[in-house]
């Protein structure tokens, strides 16, 4: 399976980077769980042998990333029409809360309506001599 030698390729890089980066080159155990519980044993490759057999293969070369647009400079509103456009905002908010509740309680009540219709038209079962 391709997944476990990718897997285990992984965890030796990741086991080998630690230990280069910290300068140890013991076990990971900590001192107070060395004896509580074992450390599984993962094989430990060098650096370089993991990295050449990940290297992904392109067709063509990545393209680098285009410079980012700079955005237009935009004008600050004024205090009138950041209070106006506030107003507007939470009146069409209310408008629409108002909608929801409206249509809520409408179906609702349709729900109810063919309910209790749908209780009405059932008959008791026949009763058995």
Same mark, same amino acid.
Not at 44 to 66: L, M, R
């Given at each position: 399976?391709?997944?476990?030698?990718? $897997? @285990?390729a992984l965890? +030796?890089?990741?086991?080998? &980077?630690? /230990?280069?980066?910290?300068?140890?080159? @013991?076990?990971? $155990?900590?001192?107070?769980?060395? %004896?509580?519980? !074992?450390? !599984?044993?993962?094989e430990i490759?060098? #650096?370089?042998? #993991?990295?050449? =057999? &990940?290297e992904p293969?392109y067709?063509? !070369?990545?393209?680098? =990333? !285009?410079?980012p /647009?700079?955005?237009? *400079?935009?004008a600050?509103?004024?205090?009138s029409?950041f209070r106006?456009e506030? /107003?507007?905002?939470?009146?069409?908010? $209310?408008?629409?809360q108002e909608r &929801?509740? $409206?249509?809520?309680?409408?179906?609702?009540?349709?729900?109810?309506?063919?309910?209790?219709? +749908?209780?009405?038209? %059932?008959r008791? *079962?026949? %009763? /058995?001599k």
């Amino acid at each position: 399976m391709k997944w476990i030698r990718e $897997r @285990d390729a992984l965890i +030796a890089q990741t086991l080998a &980077f630690v /230990q280069s980066v910290s300068g140890r080159k @013991d076990d990971f $155990r900590q001192p107070d769980t060395a %004896v509580a519980a !074992p450390v !599984p044993v993962a094989e430990i490759v060098s #650096v370089e042998t #993991v990295t050449v =057999a &990940f290297e992904p293969q392109y067709a063509d !070369p990545p393209q680098p =990333a !285009p410079p980012p /647009q700079q955005p237009l *400079p935009v004008a600050p509103p004024r205090a009138s029409d950041f209070r106006s456009e506030m /107003q507007a905002r939470i009146a069409n908010f $209310r408008k629409h809360q108002e909608r &929801f509740e $409206r249509e809520r309680e409408e179906y609702c009540a349709a729900t109810l309506t063919k309910l209790r219709a +749908a209780i009405r038209e %059932v008959r008791p *079962p026949p %009763v /058995q001599k």
